[in-house]
């Protein structure tokens, strides 16, 4: 019986993935696009509601994601890579995962703690937190904090994919991609 190395992701970590590039790229559109809209506006409220709501949305799906990591079908990392890749790379997926944990739980602890409402599709969440308009101030700065650091881990982690796929020319990047079918 032969115990085969599978070579891409399986099928619902890659849509996985990047279903959650596409909710993530939602959730920092609607933060980013809001300021763009007076105070207290339809249009910037609805904005910062779907902020809340595509983020909580990342929550969910990265337990899955996870959950299809452990799983399902995971090509096992490149040994002949060096070190210095292979660490960086470790922790960067690490960083990663945090962010789409420590994020949305930020948020929510936020708005529990502006005593405001964390709705989501529909429902309204319970607070993680009483009411507390300086928890809030602290924790919306630490939420931010981390927001601004995500665009450079994003932005590493999609040069790091293009540096394997251009420079290296391995399979690192191909093992992610959906599979093409021919017709």
């Known amino acids: ?20 590039l596409l909710l993530i ?8 696009l809001k300021s763009n809209f007076p105070k207290g506006s339809e249009t910037r409220e609805l904005l910062k509601h779907w902020h809340f709501m595509l983020g ?19 090509p096992p990392s490149d040994a002949n890579a060096p070190r210095w890749e292979r660490i960086p790379a470790r922790l960067m997926h690490l960083a990663l995962y945090a962010l789409m944990i420590g994020l ?10 502006a005593g405001k409402p964390t709705p989501f599709f529909g429902l ?18 630490v939420h931010e904090f981390l927001g601004q650091a995500g665009y450079w881990l994003i932005g590493l982690h999609a040069a790091a994919a293009l540096y ?5 020319r391995d399979d690192v990047l191909q093992r992610m991609l959906p599979q093409r079918h021919p017709s």
Do not use: N
Not at 1 to 20: Q, V
Not at 25 to 32: D, H, K, L, P, S
Not at 107 to 112: P, R, Y
Not at 164 to 168: A, C, F, G, I
């Open 1 to 20: 019986m032969s115990t085969r190395l599978p070579l891409r992701y399986g099928r619902l970590s890659i849509g996985l993935h990047w279903l959650m």
């Open 25 to 32: 790229a939602a959730v920092y559109a609607c933060i980013e």
């Open 56 to 74: 909580l949305a990342v929550f969910a799906l990265v337990w899955l994601r996870l959950l299809a990591r452990l799983i399902g079908p995971t």
């Open 104 to 113: 949305p739980l930020l948020g929510w602890a936020l708005l529990s703690a």
């Open 124 to 141: 309204e969440l319970p607070p993680l937190l009483p009411a507390d308009r300086a928890l809030a101030g602290q924790l919306k700065t």
């Open 164 to 168: 394997h796929h251009y420079l290296r």
